[in-house]
């Protein structure tokens, strides 16, 4: 189905430019359905529009985290209910545990950063 492009929209080569993201990404997270296309012009390009950079930039930050697919996906449809106001109590409860793994990983990483830090700091008064 193509759908007529505003001057709100953009092809994904201005998505993967503002969110520092490559195509083939981009592409990737189309197919499994995290970021499918707001439509297509009618040529078959895809076309995204303002809150699609916002939702990438969310999956972009997740990543890092090690959450999975699926999990970035329950997330977004999660946080996409309450922006809504339709979320639910167990949304809520889910939204909690992927908080807690979240702020797990942040201090795996935060302590990895320290030793990397340390090392560094050593190397550096041996040259």
């Given amino acids: 189905m193509t759908e007529r492009i505003s001057s709100r ?19 990737h997270y ?19 529009a303002e809150n699609d950079v916002e939702r990438l930039t969310l999956i972009k930050q997740m990543k890092p985290l090690g ?13 996409s209910a ?12 889910k939204l909690a545990e992927f908080m807690e793994k979240a702020r797990g990983q ?3 990483m935060a302590r990895n950063l320290s030793q990397a830090d340390e090392f560094i700091e050593r190397m550096g008064k041996n040259t």
Avoid: W
Wanted: proline share 2%; glycine share 16%.
């Fill in 106 to 108: 942040r201090a795996k």
């Fill in 9 to 27: 929209t953009m092809h994904i080569g201005e998505l993967a430019e503002r969110t520092g993201l490559s195509l083939r990404t981009i592409r």
């Fill in 30 to 48: 189309d197919e499994v359905g995290l970021l499918p296309a707001t439509g297509r012009t009618d040529g078959g390009f895809r076309v995204y």
């Fill in 82 to 93: 309450l922006e809504s106001g339709s979320g639910s109590g167990a949304g809520q409860v």
């Fill in 67 to 79: 959450f999975s697919l699926e999990e970035m996906a329950e997330i977004l449809e999660i946080l």
